[in-house]
């Protein structure tokens, strides 16, 4: 009975209460509700705005006829694409693919015969690796990979600057393709990284890149005019590591 | 997500991403001006569900790449979904239960998650930090895409990371563990102070305790 006097005080707070719960309620909905404005509008802006989802196109190839000039030998295939930009083409093997790189120790492959390595360019253009005319660099390439991306314009350097044998033949085999990494396609990726060496689009399988036993990307492979393995290594190594292990392999 | 392409759909959760950045730095604004404190504890009831839509959007788009389009989650990927998957999952119950000490919980593995996707985003852009080469599996130098030129997947996680950490940490939390003992409390209350009389309860310790606890 002591408390009557404070009952009719009461609902007057609850009411402050009541009142400000409610209007906490209802800026609360307006903070859902403009959130979901934004997320339908940012939808539509990416809907809208969006390019086409990216594709992997492989070129068509069929048998070459008499006159084949692609220099493959036996099995000779020629595009019938007429400049068709492809971002993968079937590759031509022969001989014995080599062992995938160790991560460590003594690379089993060096001093073993290579395979033999044909395809295509971007374009549907032969190209052939061919070590008698001449030491070769096989240089594996992966547009998404950022090693790659910086190993590149080391290269670059090297050949601008004099740097490389000029008999040595340096060969980039664009492989690893996705569609859905970045940088592709890599028909645009290479000349706009300034590669100017001739390309071979590997297969969607990555034929070439398991032939020559790639262990990582960028992935370098050096051949001896009769087509012996010199050397073999995974990673970037700038522009000084590369015209050592060159100048080492073929002595 | 059936009616957009691959590449609209990056767009779209990048901007999503884009927006918990947003979320977190007006947090961390109204935090540090004065008059913002008020905004913030008008926002308090909320923190935890929008904490929970921004770790279960994370955890939506992470599962769309993967298991959609088959974007193969490298190891540090791996780190940062262990957090916010777990986080989201933490949130929602923290949520429903009006638990003001989900931040205890979700703090650790935010913060967790945020330095793994800070590493991650610093390894895209210097990937020689820690290898010279990209692996024949799953790379975590290399990037699916880079939306506006910077916004990667590891940078939407650090936005949703630290979305998550500004709501749990600079919003004062509202609610109590104890929701169930609240709610026969606020029926008591709310059934007034006859009621009360009637049931022979002393009126003054309830009122307290019914008092929503903010």
């Given amino acids: 009975m002591a408390k009557q006097p404070n009952r009719p005080s009461r609902p007057a707070p609850r009411a402050a209460d009541a009142a400000g719960a409610t209007s906490r309620r209802s800026s609360l909905l307006w903070l859902w509700v403009a959130l979901g404005v934004v997320v339908v509008l940012l939808a539509g802006f990416a809907i809208l705005s969006a390019g086409d989802d990216e594709e992997l196109t492989v070129g068509t190839t069929v048998p070459a006829g008499d006159g084949a000039t692609d220099g493959t030998g036996d099995g000779a295939t020629e595009t019938t694409g007429g400049g068709q930009i492809a971002e993968a083409w079937p590759v031509e093997i022969t001989g014995t693919a080599l062992v995938q790189l160790p991560r460590d120790g003594d690379d089993p492959a060096l001093g073993t015969t290579a395979p033999g390595l044909s395809g295509f360019g971007f374009d549907g253009t032969p190209v052939a690796v061919d070590p008698s005319e001449g030491p070769v660099m096989l240089v594996f390439l992966a547009h998404w990979c950022p090693h790659c991306n910086r190993e590149i314009p080391e290269l670059n350097a090297l050949r601008d600057g004099g740097g490389l044998p000029a008999d040595l033949q340096v060969v980039g085999i664009a492989t690893g393709t996705d569609p859905n990494a970045e940088n592709f396609p890599p028909s645009e990726w290479i000349p706009r990284m300034d590669w100017t060496w001739p390309v071979i689009a590997d297969s969607p399988d990555y034929l070439a890149a398991s032939a020559f036993g790639l262990s990582g990307f960028p992935f370098t492979v050096i051949l001896d005019t009769d087509g012996t393995v010199l050397d073999r290594w995974s990673g970037e190594i700038g522009r000084d590591g590369i015209a050592e292990r060159v100048a080492a392999a073929l002595g | ?214």
Avoid at chain 2, 82 to 94: C, D, T
Avoid at chain 2, 116 to 145: F, M, N, R
Avoid at chain 2, 197 to 204: D, F, I, K, V, Y
Wanted: with cysteine.
């Fill in chain 2, 1 to 214: 997500m059936a009616v957009m392409s691959l590449s609209a759909a990056e767009r779209f959760l990048s901007l999503l991403a884009l927006l918990a950045g947003v979320i977190a730095v007006a947090v961390v604004v109204l935090r540090v001006v004065p008059a913002g404190r008020a905004t913030l504890s008008q926002l308090a009831p909320a923190s935890r569900w929008l904490a929970f839509a921004i770790a279960a959007t994370a955890m939506a788009g992470s599962l769309y790449f993967s298991e959609v389009h088959e974007f193969e989650p490298c190891k540090l990927c791996w780190y940062q979904r262990i957090a916010m998957f777990s986080s989201a999952i933490v949130l929602l119950v923290a949520a429903l239960r009006r638990d003001r000490n989900a931040r205890w919980y979700v703090v650790p593995l935010a913060g967790a998650g945020i330095v793994v996707s800070i590493y991650h985003y610093l390894l895209e852009w210097y990937p020689q930090l820690e290898t010279g080469a990209c692996s024949v599996s799953v790379p975590c130098t290399a990037v699916w895409y880079r939306e506006f030129g910077f916004v990667t997947l590891s940078f939407s996680a650090l936005c949703g990371f630290a979305a998550i950490l500004a709501l749990m940490l600079f919003v004062p939390q509202a609610g109590g563990v104890t929701d169930v003992t609240d709610a026969i409390d606020d029926a008591i209350v709310a059934a007034g102070p006859d009621q009360e009389a009637r049931h022979g309860q002393a009126t003054e310790p309830s009122v307290p305790t019914g008092t929503p606890s903010r």
